[in-house]
């Protein structure tokens, strides 16, 4: 009987098993490339502006600082709010009749807007992006007259747009980008005011 018990288990242990297992499967040396974080954002941004039109053409670059919050809808469009700040400087945007500025030659301009984007993958990990916004915007004091005085400030509408490049790092949640955003704005006094400006940025994104 123990022969026979002996026979069996071999021969049962000589059949395939019916389901084998499963390869395992090789990670790479290196580790998984994790795709990036889409989804609700902060922004900080710190660049250069600066104006044009006035009597010095291109106004002295000064800093500008911004601040955004907004959300990635899927891989390519973000929709976001901005606070954007930035000053014009030694560059006259109002003349009396003998030639001195009527009102402030160096002013302080706030961008509050909201706006939108869409990108196209250029390389790994790397978006450019077509931007465009539109808000309020705040100059203070005044480049052109008000009521036949320089008023502390002055507040008309913009519309602008520009380009983005955007590089989602390997560093989980964070992203670096650099922006270019030509913004015209209309304002209405004693004059009507056209104001072109240009701010230049990189910026820290943090996503959730």
Known sequence: MLLVALLIAAAAEAQPDPAPRRPVEAVPANGVDEPPRRGAFVETALGVF???GGSAG?????PYLAMTVGSEVGERVALFASLGIGASA???FST????DCAAADSFGATFVEAGGSYGLGIALRTLLSLKL????????PGPVRKDNNVPDHLLGYHVGGGLSLDYDTRLDHFAVGL???VRHTRAKADSSLGLT????MPRIRYVF
């Open 50 to 52: 600066t104006t044009f």
């Open 58 to 62: 291109v106004s002295n670059g000064q």
């Open 90 to 92: 030694a560059s006259c």
């Open 96 to 99: 009396t009749a003998t030639g």
């Open 133 to 140: 916004v539109a808000g309020m915007t705040d100059l203070s």
């Open 179 to 181: 922006d270019a955003i």
């Open 197 to 200: 400006s240009l701010a230049v």
